[in-house]
């Protein structure tokens, strides 16, 4: 929410400042929230819900619900393969829990026996085991700033339950249970059949990003105006040349006086290092940055947002490198 605010803020304030500056996007590399070891390269999904009635077309649900096994065992497999990150995704089509879904939270766990003839007849290193996806329809009302009246929507929660087995461990070595939701316009909810669809693709995003390493959509700002330096370096950009850009900002911040221009050359320096492959650096870039920032000035709004970003990314950084190794550590840029 504080990252979400803080776009609002630069938008606002990239609209109405004189300061020439600009927004770049580029699609960075996440660690899976689970560290499998590096020898697990061929999974299987398994589907190991209880079985639910055929969902109808013509009938919405507000409360509980129980998802699909079949369709999110299935799109869990595709998203996995997708990711291309294990060498193979195998799903198994046969439904291993006969018994029918109810409002209860019990999971049926895998037995000893079951975990080692699924891993040796599918030829496998690790199991997957679908085991519910929780669904919770709930109306609620939003207040959306500058509209007096509040806004009906219909909020779907969702937790798929995921088990991971291993052959030399009795129990799961994890289970993992995100949660997040979907939410629709009350008069637009839909039909439990196209719900479930919509769950089954939503619930395997969720479990992918547990899975395996992801790529996700971030955003930078950086300054482009106010001498020339500045816009040569922005066509630097453009062009691709972020060595180029590195080089006259550098310039620019060990020649200028000016703490302002000295600031906005530190942030600028802060970008290029990232993209360039420099975490460390950056963040020393962003410390230089905040000695010359004025109090509640458009330079620190953009060096508190830069911060959480970097912080963030640096944090999850060691994570990835260690998800990576069965690559040789050959992040991609």
Request: charge should be negative; charged fraction near 25%; glycine fraction near 6%.
């Amino acid at each position: 929410m504080k990252i979400r605010v803080l776009y609002v803020l630069l938008a606002a304030w990239g609209m109405m400042s004189c300061v020439s500056v600009q927004t770049i996007g580029f699609d960075q590399l996440c660690p899976a929230e689970v560290s499998l070891p590096e020898g697990v390269r061929s999974v299987a999904v398994v589907n190991n819900m209880p079985s639910i009635p055929e969902a109808k077309r013509g009938m919405a649900t507000l409360g509980s619900l129980n998802g699909d096994g079949k369709q999110t065992a299935e799109a869990l497999a595709g998203a996995l393969a997708d990711a291309d990150y294990f060498s193979q995704v195998i799903i198994c089509d046969s439904a291993l829990n006969g018994k029918p879904a109810s409002d209860d939270t019990e999971i049926r766990s895998l037995s000893k026996e079951e975990i080692g003839r699924l891993i040796q007849d599918l030829g496998v290193d690790m199991l997957f085991s679908l085991d519910r996806v929780f669904v919770q329809n709930v109306k609620k009302e939003i207040h959306y700033p500058g509209i007096s009246e509040p806004w009906p929507v219909v909020l779907t929660q969702v937790t798929p339950v995921l088990s991971i087995y291993s052959p030399v461990r009795e129990r799961p070595v994890r289970v993992v249970a995100p949660t997040d939701s979907l939410d629709w316009d009350l008069d637009r909810m839909p039909s439990d059949k196209f719900l479930l669809e919509q769950v089954a693709e939503f619930s395997a995003h969720l479990l992918a990003r547990q899975l395996a390493p992801y790529w996700e959509h971030t955003d930078r700002v950086y300054y482009t105006g106010g001498c020339v330096e500045m816009r040569d370096a922005a066509v630097c950009i453009r062009e691709g040349d972020w060595a180029g850009a590195k080089e006259l900002w550098l310039s620019l911040f060990e020649h200028r006086k000016s703490d302002k221009v000295k600031a906005r050359a530190a942030l600028n320096l802060a970008l290029a290092s990232e993209m360039l492959g420099n975490l460390e650096e950056a963040r020393k870039w962003l410390d230089e940055a905040q000695k010359r920032v004025e109090p509640n000035s458009d330079e620190e709004m953009i060096y508190k947002y830069y911060v959480l970003k970097l912080e963030e990314r640096m944090k999850d950084f060691p994570h990835l490198q260690i998800q990576m190794r069965r690559f040789g550590n050959n992040l991609p840029e």
